[in-house]
């Protein structure tokens, strides 16, 4: 019956976005909007014109023009999650990184000098004390190494040094303060080790706006392997906290990670301080996060592919987000195997939610795209404890970060096998899902079951969900469709 509910509003959702994209069309100023076909795919293109080269040295080339096979995993997927018993070997080599004790001097050469010389069966200690970092660290490549952290690690608020020189993090046209990776890493703090990204400064510059080129995220886990992270604190990041990238057998627990607007500072203004984000990256396991922020508190990007998480708390945020995925044309991107369970939501704006690009592509990276395809496939939240979120599962196919609006029946990523239930506790209004899903790909086989929620403050069942373009549906029925009040 629902299923019959949600095909016949198919037409009427295609033929509201299609009003809408029609007025939004003098804005489109890169391409006309390609024809929607619901079976054959194009053959994977390649963006070229408005493919600016990147203005900074960037090894991501692959990335950069949008091209597929630029990194797969090394393994087939299966199997549990990867894990670490917690007994690491004795390292050959101790290098106590010397704080310099200024903070208008740079301890970052020293950072550095202490990685070189440790980066192979080694132990970096990091002091009680405060290192300041003004210039970039690039510490790849380590083997075998203990990163410890008892002290803190403060970064310069020179905005105008960091939007020059950060480093490429090899998607979305982003930027990163330090890159960190290798193979068979501890890197760890007890509890008490703290990066401080300074970030206020930051987030008075950025006035609530979108991805700011250059703009650094305070850290990226890059081509790391079989390695744990653990027991850091990540306060007032720059932007995201953290990036996984090009990353296999990583575990992270016991990770607090904070962004606070300051005193009289609209809460807008923490907007893109993600607490974690993965791309290009398999078989990672998250325990035990903490996360106050003002936007994704643990996101999955593209190719990513056998998550697990379990035992976490987020505050204020946005929760998960399956994306934003798809704003490559051309580009193929998955996500597939995660689950999320034992999570715990105050104040949060989503229990979960999933966001692709429209089909149609306007602009480029980092806000401008659309028009990238691929899957999210299996993917499972469970036992979900909320307080006072806005509602509790989501999917839009609508996204874009440049004003553009409409198209929302137009991409061909498609979302299929969601499990999504036993969430308990209460949301801000009546609504448990809203699931927006494309016309020209609807979602199959979404299931969302034995969720059993109230309204905040009046103690009425939440019971509506709105879809649009679903099909196999199992352990809830539709009950009206989205008539854009889904929101993207
Ligand atoms: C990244 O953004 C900068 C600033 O907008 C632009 O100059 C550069 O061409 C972009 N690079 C890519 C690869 O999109
Ligand atoms: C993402 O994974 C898919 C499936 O393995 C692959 O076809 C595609 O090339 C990957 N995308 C990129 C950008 O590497
Ligand atoms: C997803 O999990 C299934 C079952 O373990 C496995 O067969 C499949 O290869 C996994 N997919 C990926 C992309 O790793
Ligand atoms: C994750 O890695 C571990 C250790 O190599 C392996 O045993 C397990 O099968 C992998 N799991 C998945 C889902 O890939
Ligand atoms: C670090 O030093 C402070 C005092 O400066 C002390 O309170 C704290 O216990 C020390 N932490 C560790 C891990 O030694
Ligand atoms: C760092 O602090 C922890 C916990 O206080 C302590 O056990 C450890 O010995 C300290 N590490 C170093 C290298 O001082
Ligand atoms: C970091 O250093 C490694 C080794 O020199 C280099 O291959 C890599 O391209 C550097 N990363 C960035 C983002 O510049
Ligand atoms: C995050 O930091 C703010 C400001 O210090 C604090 O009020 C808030 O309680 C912290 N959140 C968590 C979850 O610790
Ligand atoms: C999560 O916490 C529960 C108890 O609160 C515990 O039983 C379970 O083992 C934990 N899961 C993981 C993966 O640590
Ligand atoms: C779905 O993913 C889970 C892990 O998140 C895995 O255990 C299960 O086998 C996968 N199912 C399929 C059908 O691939």
Not at 14 to 34: E, K
Not at 52 to 60: G, I, L, M, S, V
Not at 325 to 333: H, R
Not at 432 to 444: F, Q
Request: glycine share 10%.
């Amino acid at each position: 019956m629902s299923r019959k509910l949600s095909l016949c509003c198919a037409g009427l959702a295609l033929a509201i976005s299609t009003a809408l994209a029609a007025d939004q069309a003098p804005l489109i100023d890169i391409q006309p909007p390609s024809t929607v076909s619901t079976t054959a795919l194009p053959a994977p293109s390649t963006p070229s014109e408005h493919w600016t080269p990147p203005d900074r040295k960037d090894p991501f080339v692959c990335e950069y023009l949008g091209e597929n096979d630029c990194w797969k995993p090394s393994l087939p997927g299966g199997g549990a999650p990867y894990s670490h018993d917690g007994n690491w070997p004795k390292r050959r080599k101790t290098c106590v990184v010397e704080a310099g004790g200024k903070p208008d001097g740079d301890d970052a050469p020293a950072i550095l000098a202490a990685f070189e010389e440790c980066k192979t069966d080694g132990h970096v200690v990091f002091s009680n004390t405060t290192y300041y970092v003004r210039s970039v660290l690039n510490t790849t490549g380590l083997r075998h190494v203990d990163v410890e952290v008892n002290g803190t690690l403060l970064w310069s608020d020179d905005i105008e040094y960091w939007t020059a020189n950060s480093l490429p993090i090899g998607f979305q046209n982003q930027t990163s303060a330090w890159h960190i990776g290798g193979d068979y890493i501890h890197f760890y703090g007890h509890g008490v080790g703290t990066l401080d990204g300074n970030g206020q400064v930051w987030y008075d510059w950025n006035q609530g706006r979108s991805n700011m080129h250059g703009r650094p995220h305070a850290i990226t886990i890059t081509d790391t392997t079989e390695s744990v992270i653990e027991g850091l604190r990540f306060v007032q990041s720059q932007m995201w906290t953290m990036t996984v990238a090009r990353s296999e057998r990583v575990l992270l627990q016991d990770i607090y990670a904070n962004c606070t607007a300051g005193p009289g500072r609209d809460f807008r203004s923490i907007v893109n301080t993600d607490g974690v984000d993965t791309v290009y990256a398999n078989n990672i396991t998250f325990l035990r996060w903490v996360v106050d922020n003002g936007d994704d508190s643990i996101s999955m990007k593209q190719n990513s592919t056998n998550i697990y998480i379990a035992n976490c708390t987020f505050y204020r945020g946005l929760s998960f987000a399956m994306g934003s995925i798809g704003q490559y044309p051309g580009q193929i991107n998955v996500i597939e195997n995660v689950t999320a369970e034992n999570i715990v939501l105050y104040d949060t704006i989503w229990g979960a939610r999933i966001k692709t690009w429209t089909g149609v592509n306007t602009g480029y990276p980092p806000n401008g795209g659309g028009g990238g395809f691929g899957h999210a496939r299996n993917i499972t939240f469970r036992d979900f404890q909320m307080h006072n979120v806005e509602r509790a599962w989501g999917i839009t196919q609508c996204t874009s970060y440049n004003g553009v609006a409409g198209g929302c029946d137009t991409s061909r990523f498609k979302i299929t096998d969601m499990h999504w239930g036993q969430a308990r506790g209460t949301v801000r209004g009546d609504q448990v899902a809203t699931l927006d899903c494309s016309g020209a790909a609807p979602c199959e086989r979404i299931e969302l079951f034995d969720n059993e929620l109230t309204v905040s403050g009046d103690g009425r069942d939440a019971k509506v969900y709105f879809c649009d373009n679903v099909v196999d549906d199992t352990g809830f029925e539709c009950t009206e469709p989205c008539n854009d009040r889904c929101p993207h």
